[in-house]
């Protein structure tokens, strides 16, 4: 009898630490699925590229490298990263990643970022190397301007500072010769292709290394987007419908909204419609796009609308594509019609035409 309840005491305990085994397994299993999966790049998608600057160049290598983590994109310049150079006699970089090219050699420069490395083979060639033609004159200019004030983390009122900046910069970037540079500095090369056209290919030779900042302007702009976007369920500022209907005789659907729309959503639409908003930046209005599904018909159509800073409802019609623009779609009564989708915007919004 003993023996027998020791055997069940012990076949007890092995069940007790079979299920804590289990038991923290599954939460070892669930924390490694969760943990965040860490990537660093360079500006051209490699673990490893190869840069060329002339000596005295001083600039942000952190600018040139991708930090991907937890589906966001970062630059190393807006975390805390850390940097070193092989060669200090051809190359220093300090702790916020400011690199000051010394004397004509090679060194690498790594970046670390929580585990993670990116490795540039830094060529530094002597001054005047270069060709110093009017377009990277004026790409070095324009690219002074973008850097002034550069933020850590936007705010709406920032962002919209940030965003005049980027459109000056890609306007003055335009104007000084797509063929010659790139919108972060690196010089081209005329090409010939198998067909005998010339094309323009980049190369490692970055002649204008301030132009760097115009990566990071784009990953502190496309931040605030994921996070304000009013049409993306992911965003904190996503629109949330209170109400809505839709008028067959005046061809509108009237949406009203939970909260009033904000400075945020407002920049974030500029961003995130950059082609329906190209007039100007404005600080209280803001146009974008939206699905609206004709369930009877099984039809979908887009909508056309305007955003007002402060409003708490807007009217939109359907319209759909044609060759000669968007052509509006009559309201049917008696219809029913979902604003949005699973991928676009609230997850939905049904209601039945009047």
Known sequence: MQQRERENRRGIRAVLLLTLFLSLSICFALTEVKAAVIQLIWHDGKAETEITVEKGAKFYIGDFVDVISDGTLSTASLVKASYQSQDKKVATVNGKGYLNAKNPGMTDITVTYQGKQAVCHLTVEKKGTFAQGDAVKELQAAAKKLSKGMPKKLTAAKGFALLKKRNDYTI???????????????????????????????????????????????????????????????????????????????????????????????????????????????????????????????????????????????????????????????????????????????????????
Request: charged content about 25%.
């Open 172 to 354: 003055a970037y335009q104007y000084a010769g797509v063929a010659k540079l790139t919108k972060d500095g690196f010089l081209h090369e005329r090409v010939s292709m198998p067909t005998g056209v010339l094309k323009n290919k980049k190369t490692v030779r970055l002649a204008v290394p301030e132009a760097g900042r115009y990566l990071t302007v784009e990953a502190l702009l496309r931040q605030f987007l994921v996070a304000n976007d009013p049409t993306s369920k992911q965003s904190k500022k996503v629109m949330r419908i209170a109400s809505a209907e839709a008028s067959s005789k005046t061809g509108k659907i009237t949406v009203k909204l939970a909260k009033k729309l904000g400075s945020e959503e407002i920049l974030a639409a500029q961003l995130a419609f950059p082609e329906y908003n190209s007039e100007g930046i404005s600080k209280t209005k803001a146009n974008l796009l939206m699905s609206i599904y004709d369930a009877t018909e099984k039809k979908y159509y887009k909508g056309q609308v305007a955003l007002k800073k402060g409003a708490k409802q807007f009217q939109v019609k359907p319209v759909v594509y044609s060759y000669s623009g968007y052509e509006e779609v009559k309201i049917v009564k008696g219809h029913v019609y979902l604003l949005g989708s699973e991928a676009n915007w609230a997850g939905g919004k049904s209601l039945t035409a009047k």
